[in-house]
T-cell receptor
Framework: AQTVTQSQPEMSVQEAETVTLSCTYDTSENNYYLFWYKQPPSRQMILVIRQEAYKQQNATENRFSVNFQKAAKSFSLKISDSQLGDTAMYFCAFMRTLTQGGSEKLVFGKGTKLTVNP | DTAVSQTPKYLVTQMGNDKSIKCEQNLGHDTMYWYKQDSKKFLKIMFSYNNKELIINETVPNRFSPKSPDKAHLNLHINSLELGDSAVYFC??????????FGSGTQLSVL
């Protein structure tokens, strides 16, 4: 069974600074996806960034980037130029790659509560 | 237009009651899911349906019964509600497995 671990229950950062959220996972699969989801106080689950395991290049989305270390099973999220609107819970998640039609499940970490201070 | 809509957004009820949460998606997706977020914010899958067929059924009590009348709808019925069922329930849908669209959640409070 896959597990996802986020070792930082809470973090804070000053506005405009950079912060890195940690995530490690355990799997015997070779093909999979990794995700970071953001959940602001509004409760909506928002996909921040996605990484395919077969891609060596780290995914980036504007101010958000990941450091994907497949051998170490590590998938950290870096937020640059932090903004007040980045205040939220951040969840790291894992999903196996399907080999045929059907569906797969997201396995989530316990989340990191990020607060951006003015 | 809301892509994945859940009703109601809030549900307060007494122990022992039966309640339903409805979910509809207008994205034309084949797969729909129910996830539960507990009081500690931990998210875990409950069910998934693909083309109205149950694909994933995690270790969920029999009191929880999903129903998919068509591809666009996946409802969750809960019998004999217990205090521990209090949580936020998220519906989601996807066309491809790696891109889920979540609804805004239903906060269930059992008193």
């Amino acid at each position: 069974a896959q597990t996802v671990t986020q070792s930082q229950p809470e973090m804070s950062v000053q506005e405009a600074e950079t912060v890195t959220l940690s995530c490690t996972y355990d799997t015997s699969e070779n093909n999979y996806y990794l995700f970071w989801y953001k959940q602001p106080p509004s409760r909506q689950m928002i996909l921040v960034i996605r990484q395919e395991a077969y891609k060596q290049q780290n995914a980036t989305e504007n101010r958000f980037s990941v450091n994907f270390q497949k051998a170490a099973k590590s998938f950290s999220l870096k937020i640059s130029d932090s903004q007040l609107g980045d205040t939220a819970m951040y969840f790291c998640a894992f999903m196996r790659t399907l080999t045929q039609g059907g569906s797969e499940k997201l396995v989530f970490g316990k989340g990191t509560k990020l607060t951006v201070n003015p | 237009d809301t892509a994945v809509s859940q009703t109601p957004k809030y549900l307060v009820t007494q122990m022992g009651n039966d309640k339903s949460i409805k979910c509809e998606q207008n994205l034309g997706h084949d797969t729909m899911y129910w996830y539960k977020q507990d009081s500690k914010k931990f998210l875990k899958i409950m069910f998934s349906y693909n083309n109205k067929e149950l694909i994933i059924n995690e270790t969920v009590p029999n009191r929880f019964s999903p129903k998919s009348p068509d591809k666009a709808h996946l409802n969750l019925h809960i019998n004999s509600l217990e205090l521990g069922d209090s949580a936020v329930y998220f519906c989601a849908s996807s066309r491809t497995v790696e891109k889920l669209f979540f609804g805004s959640g239903t906060q269930l409070s059992v008193l």
